[in-house]
């Protein structure tokens, strides 16, 4: 009996003090590992990667650290490393059947990196949400609507969806649809638009402007107006324009037609 208890309080010494060390290994390799992803965050490195690149490496750094440190807490436990590695491959295989969609959405976070659609800071829209780009991470894409929501989004399901960058290119054409009374003469109404929008700081010289008659509706005359502008200045000529077309038809008498109902009552 002498001797059990004996061989049993040197394991539990043994085993407690390989727990007590693992314990260590994670709790302080966890603290480390994360002052250094945030240090590398801040060196002259990372200021001199792309942004949307930038975010990517930072977390699969930290991952891959984190991954480590857990198989070198096994190993000090004294759990053989072949039996690590048949265990880890089998859970690999279940989980990758388990978890099929979180998968999806590592590969098109790769595919975002590689093709790079947008970038951090681009305004994009994609599956009926809209917003500025703030992070790109392993599985998600996060972005901040004009009204300040934070939406995510899984990157597989974003990969493989219809992406509007409006970013991506210097200038935008900001179109202007209005419509005039029908016995309004077309080259007056073209005249006053084209004047308008030429008078406007924003609008580009070049692309030229452009004011077009597209032709009938049920109301009346329909005409757009074709200004470009930088990318920046959109919707500040969007509002802008549209309210000086109406203070100009205001003042040159230019009718706009309104919807109306008549309702004719019979008396019996």
């Not at 260590?24 to 990667?49: D, E, P, Y």
């Not at 975010?55 to 039996?83: D, E, Q, R, W, Y």
């Not at 939406?151 to 005039?180: E, H």
């Amino acid at each position: 009996m002498e001797n059990f208890l004996n061989s049993l309080v040197d394991l539990c010494v043994s085993v407690g003090s390989k727990l007590i060390l693992a314990g260590l290994i994670l709790v302080i390799g966890f603290a480390c590992t994360k002052a250094f992803v945030k240090r590398l965050r801040k060196s002259k490195i990372a200021s001199k990667m792309d942004r949307t690149v930038a975010s990517f490496f930072f977390n699969c750094v930290s991952i891959g650290l984190k991954t480590i440190l857990v198989v070198s807490a096994i190993g000090v436990m004294g759990v053989p490393m072949a039996s690590v590695v048949t265990v880890l491959a089998t859970a690999g295989a279940a989980i990758g059947l388990a978890m099929q969609g979180s998968l999806s959405n590592l590969a098109g976070g790769l595919m975002l990196l590689i093709f790079k659609p947008f970038r951090v800071d681009d305004f994009v829209e994609s599956q009926g949400v809209s917003g500025t780009v703030e992070e790109i991470s392993i599985m998600y894409t996060v972005l901040c609507t004009p009204d300040n929501k934070t939406v995510t989004l899984p990157n597989g399901t974003l990969m493989n969806s219809t992406i509007t960058n409006y970013s991506k290119k210097d200038l935008r054409r900001v179109d202007v649809s209005l419509t005039v009374a029908a016995d309004s003469d077309i080259d007056r109404v073209r005249d006053v638009l084209v004047s308008l929008a030429s008078a406007h700081p924003m609008v580009l010289k070049e692309p030229a402007l452009a004011v077009v008659y597209t032709g009938r509706t049920e109301d009346g005359l329909a005409f757009v107006i074709r200004a470009w502008a930088k990318k920046d200045d959109y919707w500040t000529v969007n509002f802008e324009l549209n309210e000086a077309v109406k203070k100009a038809f205001d003042m040159t008498g230019i009718q706009v037609p309104y919807k109306q109902m008549d309702v004719h009552v019979h008396k019996d």
